[in-house]
């Protein structure tokens, strides 16, 4: 497979609620393809977590919370100095990026591409099940053994994106 760029950062985030309504997001993963990463957690009201949330989620997430405005500046920072804004890469993209979007605003005011990549899709094109990235066989296929990350930890999950992605389009 022959990627239209290499301009890219995987990443993840972790929300309190499915339903973008109520929601308000978490946490948010980046790992570039050189392998610098940044993990945000970010303050929340917390009037409304699911109850998945809260049994899969907040156990996990470390406390070192920063405002909004300090999580936008950490995010320039670590985009600065891409000669054009990298594409956003995350398994499955829907909510990811409308969180994203929620904390930028404006898709032109953030430091990413506006357009973010989906992996599922790729998976899909490639006449593979979207949903095996959910299934153990899927990463004993590509060497990776998948009890090295934490899941629903948004830069665990990125981390394991980036190593997914490298296996399967190599």
Avoid: C
């Avoid at 995010?75 to 804004?85: A, D, E, I, P």
């Amino acid at each position: 497979m022959n990627p239209f760029s290499n301009n890219i950062i995987f990443f993840d985030t972790e929300f309190t609620h499915l339903d973008i309504t109520k929601g308000e997001l978490l946490s948010i993963g980046l790992v570039k393809q050189t392998g610098e990463e940044l993990y945000i957690e970010l303050e929340y009201d917390g009037l409304e977590i699911h109850p998945w949330v809260v049994k899969k989620v907040l156990p996990f997430l470390t406390g070192n919370k920063i405002s909004r405005e300090e999580a936008k500046k950490k995010l320039y920072r670590f985009f600065s100095g891409y000669k054009s804004k990298p594409y956003l890469m995350a398994y499955v993209n829907q909510f990811d990026a409308v969180y994203w979007y929620k904390l930028f605003g404006d898709p032109k005011d953030h430091p990413a591409f506006w357009i973010p990549i989906d992996f599922a899709s790729i998976l899909f094109v490639s006449g593979r099940d979207p949903e095996e990235m959910r299934k153990d066989r899927f990463f004993k296929e590509l060497g990776i053994d998948k009890t090295k990350y934490n899941s629903h930890n948004a830069l665990d999950d990125a981390r394991l994106l980036r190593d997914v992605y490298h296996k399967f389009i190599t």
